[in-house]
């Protein structure tokens, strides 16, 4: 079964500062997706960015980029220019490839890191 | 269209008692997923449908839990004979085959307090 692994509770950060979320997972797959989703306070969850396993860059959308290394089965995201906006739970998480079909495309999340922004 | 939709977004009720849980997802998107966050954890798989079939039941989702997707719109979490362990955030998403890589889009969630 694939497993999915946050190991910072929370994490703090001063506004324009850079700060980065660890995030490991399991998996005995080849081919799958792994996403960080923003929760902030009573809001619903978001997605921030998207890695296809298959792909060796990194994705990168605006001030937030991931550091994907597969064969360590890590996957970091880095805030840049950090935001008092950004203050949020940050979830890990993974999903198989695209299954056709029938077949489920759930999310098995981590347990989340309190991300919070220093003015 | 605004999104996902999950009503209601407040529910507390007593230990014994059934409640029901409504999600309107994405307009055309064929298919829904519940999960279910507690506390200080990421939300956790209970189901899927795609279009009106349920392909998929979590392990979580014990025979108290019952959920509907008829028509392939909208879709209900029903829970009978609650109890407290089943406090938590239910959250619906819905996703589009094709469209963004089937990427999911989350409603508000629905938290439920069972007294």
């Known amino acids: 079964a694939q497993t999915v692994t946050q190991s910072q509770p929370e994490m703090s950060v001063q506004e324009a500062e850079t700060v980065t979320l660890s995030c490991t997972y399991d998996?005995?797959?080849?081919?799958?997706?792994l996403f960080w989703y923003k929760q902030p306070p009573s809001r619903q969850m978001i997605l921030v960015i998207r890695?296809?396993?298959?792909?060796?860059q990194n994705a990168t959308e605006n001030r937030f980029s991931v550091n994907f290394q597969k064969a360590a089965k890590s996957f970091s995201l880095k805030i840049s220019d950090s935001q008092l906006g950004d203050a949020a739970m940050y979830f890990c998480?993974?999903?198989?490839?695209?299954?056709?079909?029938?077949?489920?495309?759930?999310?098995?999340f981590g347990t989340g890191t309190l991300l919070a922004v220093q003015p | 269209d605004t999104g996902v939709s999950q009503n209601p977004r407040h529910k507390i009720t007593k230990r014994g008692q059934n409640v029901t849980f409504r999600c309107d997802p994405i307009?055309?998107?064929?298919?829904l997923y519940w999960y279910r966050q507690t506390l200080g954890q990421g939300p956790e798989f209970l189901t899927y449908?795609?279009?009106?079939?349920?392909?998929?039941k979590s392990r979580l989702l014990s025979d108290r839990f019952s959920a509907e997707r008829p028509k392939g719109s909208f879709s209900t979490l029903e829970i009978q004979r609650t109890e407290q362990g089943d406090s938590a955030m239910y959250l619906c998403?819905?996703?589009?085959?094709?469209?963004?890589?089937?990427?999911?889009?989350f409603g508000p969630g629905t938290r439920l307090t069972v007294l």
């Open positions: 998480a993974y999903r198989r490839e695209m299954g056709y079909g029938g077949a489920t495309n759930k999310l098995i």
């Open positions: 998996t005995s797959e080849s081919d799958y997706y």
């Open positions: 890695q296809e396993a298959y792909k060796q």
């Open positions: 449908f795609q279009n009106e079939a349920q392909l998929e």
């Open positions: 998403a819905s996703s589009l085959v094709g469209l963004a890589g089937d990427e999911q889009f």
């Open positions: 307009s055309e998107h064929n298919r």
